[in-house]
Nanobody, 115 residues
């Protein structure tokens, strides 16, 4: 059974930084393309950043230059370093494969950026 557990979200001021973590189990992590998604209140879930061994990293335009995705295959973990946070980054952040698999969604971690 696949489990993806996100952590690291909290309330932060505009301009601040956070590092999100995702711990994966039950998945062949090393060969999986992984990604971070987010869902803001009243909006659809969107892809924020992805990482694969072949293609490297890719980012949504809205976070380029501010967010960095990384992975540690030995720990079955993927991370999202978020800098220069803005109020519009407020959302629940999820990790999943890329493309996502419906059954893999976890509970996410809430990031709130105050203005």
């Amino acid at each position: 059974q696949v489990q993806l557990i996100e952590s690291g979200g909290e309330l932060v001021q505009t301009g601040g930084s956070l590092r999100l973590s995702c711990a994966a189990s039950g998945i062949i992590f090393g060969i999986s393309a992984m990604a971070w998604y987010r869902q803001a209140p009243g909006k659809q879930r969107e892809l924020v950043a992805s990482i694969t061994r072949i293609r490297g990293t890719d980012y949504a335009d809205s976070v380029k230059g501010r967010f960095t995705i990384s992975r540690d295959d030995a720990k079955n973990a993927v991370y999202l370093q978020m800098n220069s946070l803005k109020p519009e980054d407020t959302a629940v952040y999820y990790c999943n494969t890329d493309p996502f698999i419906m059954d893999y969604w976890g509970k996410g971690t809430l990031v709130t950026v105050s203005s």
